[in-house]
């Protein structure tokens, strides 16, 4: 008698069938086929001198996309929630406290990741589509005084760029770590986590180049995902930790919760510490790697400012655009718009899902609804890395014009 007793299973047997899309939603964005391309090398072993050269590519371009010279910055193999997940579980022990900043989903999330490592989490909460001021995060830190304050740079939830103007500076008042999530925003609006960051672009201004505003922000720990400006398949998620954030966790008491995530060993693995030899920690998803470097080497050929600058004046053509259609931008004050993902208030008398579906359906674009304290508020864009042009901006236009006509609308 056999003892497979489970057969092949017939689905297998199918070619597998994936769709063209455009991935207008909030992310994953379209891969374009330079990335796919790298993506589909030979592997090779996670501990060969060639994929160590790219580890190193990679360390550098996230230094530049990051505006750092932190030598303690790579790539988590995992999501953007993995990278979250890495900052707090280094940085916090159990029993400290924790700031978190909620102005959408990422805030609770990232509450949720602190109660999981037994820290005392705190919260300040801010409205969906609204933000915090410098004022009420200084009385937050100076009430709780926290080893550690949580913010989302881009709020992919409400479609809010929070400012992040001097709050670096209050967490080092309050002797805080100041971790930031920019997942949905970086590589298309201005930061800079660093003060060597900063200098690179005060020489920038000073060759009288024009850039958007400049965001120079104090940032300890700074995390993003490869599937958004980046344009890279989801799956590696690069993390910067300052000299400070550092010997925090380099000073801990007890091990971090986690192995897979615990930054001695990861940071020996991408070449970061002294140590003389690096040792196998885990079996690195080499593929995603090529592609992500792949993804770091289009964006540092179109350049940082042009980039930003890119993405900001699509965003304008678009909220125009939103506008003439009658439709609303869910967030109030422009300079708070993210320029990446827009959330427009969810059209009065119609069914936001059926929108959704209609435009999959029709035009095999997606965009998406709302996520955590936003749902059945909004709809949500984003136009990222390549997706972020004009001709784009006129196809999410005309499927919302089109759907707005053909979807049910009650009187
Ligand atoms: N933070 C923000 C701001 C995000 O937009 C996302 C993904 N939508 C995440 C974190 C989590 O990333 P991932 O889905 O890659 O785990």
Redesign the pocket.
């Known amino acids: 008698m056999s003892p497979v007793s489970v057969p092949p299973p017939q689905c297998l047997k199918k070619r597998m069938v994936v769709p063209h899309r455009y991935m207008f939603g909030?992310?994953p964005s379209n891969v374009p086929r330079r990335i796919l391309e790298a993506g589909a090398k030979p592997v090779i072993g996670h501990m060969h001198p060639e994929i160590f050269e790219i580890m190193s590519d990679i360390k550098s371009g996230i230094q530049y996309l990051f505006q750092t010279q932190n030598r303690t910055t790579f790539a988590v193999s995992?999501?953007?929630?993995?990278?979250?997940e890495c900052a707090i579980f280094n940085t916090v022990e159990s029993g400290e406290t924790v700031l978190v900043a909620v102005n959408?989903?990422?805030g609770e999330?990232a509450a949720d990741v602190g109660e999981r490592v037994g820290a005392k989490v705190k919260t300040i909460v801010a409205p969906p589509g609204g933000y915090l001021t410098n004022a009420e995060i200084e009385k937050a830190l100076s009430e709780h005084r926290p080893v550690l304050f949580f913010l989302?740079?881009?709020?992919?939830?409400t479609g809010v760029l929070h400012p992040l103007d001097g709050i670096g500076d209050l967490c080092h008042k309050y002797n805080c770590l100041f971790l930031v999530?920019?997942?949905?925003?970086i590589g298309g609006t201005p930061l800079c986590m660093d003060q060597q960051g900063l200098e690179l672009i005060m020489s920038s201004i000073k060759s009288k180049r024009s850039l958007p505003m400049i965001v120079y922000a104090g940032i300890d720990i700074l995390y993003t995902?490869?599937?958004?400006v980046l344009n890279a398949p989801?799956g590696t998620?690069p993390i910067s930790f300052s000299e400070r954030a550092c010997q925090k966790v380099f000073s801990r008491t007890t091990k971090p919760v986690s192995f897979f995530l615990d930054l001695s060993w990861l940071s020996n693995y991408w070449g970061c510490d002294d140590k003389p030899a690096r040792i196998y920690h885990h079996t690195a998803p080499v593929t995603a790697l090529y592609s992500l470097r792949e993804s770091l080497a289009v964006l540092a050929d179109e350049g940082l400012e042009k980039s930003w600058d890119r993405h900001q004046k699509v965003a304008e053509y678009f909220h125009a655009g939103l506008e003439s259609l009658g439709l609303k931008l869910f967030v109030k004050e422009k300079h708070a718009r993210l320029p990446t993902?827009t959330t427009i208030v969810a059209p009065h008398g119609y069914d936001w899902k059926e929108i959704t579906a209609y435009i999959m359906k029709t035009h095999s674009l997606e965009i998406s609804g709302g996520?955590g304290p936003s749902v059945g508020l909004v709809l949500r864009v984003g136009l990222m890395g390549c997706n972020s042009s004009r001709v784009n901006v006129d196809m999410v236009l005309a499927a919302l014009k089109d759907a707005l006509k053909h979807c049910h609308r009650s009187k």
């Open positions: 909030p992310g995992g999501t953007g929630h993995t990278a979250m959408g989903i990422w999330r989302a740079h881009g709020e992919s939830s999530d920019s997942v949905a925003s995902g490869s599937q958004k989801p998620a993902v996520l």
